[in-house]
Each structure stands twice: as structure tokens, then as C-alpha cells.
């Protein structure tokens, strides 16, 4: 099984700055992609920004030019760097990691979820 454990949520103005990780363990042989997702009340999950393996990225356009996603394989560890943020970006954020388990299997991962408030 891999765990996740997500971190950095919080309060802050519109046009303040965020920085979230997520921390994967368990039996992990290698990652693929890990990205962030959100979900905003009455709103579906949608991807915010991903990142392979490799370190190729995709961002949502709403995003694009103020979320900056990053990762430390040697840590397991995926952050997303949000400047600028706006009162739209409330959500909760969703860290979400495509590995291959120990016995080559392959496991999707959801973490917990982290509260995201920006106020106006």
C-alpha cells in the first residue's frame, strides 16, 4: 500500500502565496506521475497540475503562470508552489500519486486533502 500524507494548507489574502507537499510511503518501488487535484464546493475534482517522472508538467489554464508543481524523488515528495492566489483558488486540494508497488503492482493514491481559503 502507499501512503500520503499532505501538508501547507491554510488561510490567506488574495494575492498571498501557498506551498503545498505531499509526502508518499510504503511500498513503493517507483512513481510515475504525481499531481494535485481541487474541488471546490458544488464543483467536480478537476486537475490543477501534474508531473511525470521525468518532470514534464501540466497545468490547468486557470493555473497557468502562478501554480508551480515540483518534485523530490529521493523524498517521494511532490509540492505545488500557488503565488497570486485568488478567492476562485478555494478548494480542497487533493495530492494524487501513480506508483508501482514492491510486487509491480500498480496503485493509484489519493491523499487526505488539504483546505485551501483565500479570502478577498
Known amino acids: 500500500q502507499v501512503q500520503l500524507v499532505e501538508s501547507g494548507g491554510g488561510l490567506v489574502q488574495a494575492g498571498g502565496s501557498l506551498r503545498l507537499s505531499c509526502a508518499a510511503s510504503?511500498?513503493?518501488?517507483?512513481?510515475?506521475?504525481m499531481g494535485w487535484y481541487r474541488q471546490a464546493p458544488g464543483n467536480q475534482r478537476e486537475l490543477v497540475a501534474s508531473?511525470?517522472?521525468?518532470?514534464?508538467?501540466n497545468y490547468a489554464d486557470s493555473v497557468k503562470g502562478r501554480f508551480t508543481i515540483s518534485r523530490d524523488n529521493a523524498k517521494n515528495t511532490v509540492y505545488l508552489q500557488m503565488n497570486s492566489l485568488k478567492p476562485e483558488d478555494t478548494a480542497i486540494y487533493y495530492c494524487?500519486?501513480?506508483?508501482?508497488?514492491?510486487?509491480?503492482?500498480?496503485?493509484?493514491?489519493w491523499g487526505q486533502g488539504t483546505q485551501v481559503t483565500v479570502s478577498s
Open positions: 494524487n500519486v501513480d506508483a508501482i508497488q514492491y510486487d509491480l503492482r500498480r496503485l493509484t493514491s
Open positions: 508531473i511525470t517522472s521525468r518532470g514534464s508538467t
Open positions: 510504503g511500498s513503493i518501488y517507483s512513481i510515475n506521475a
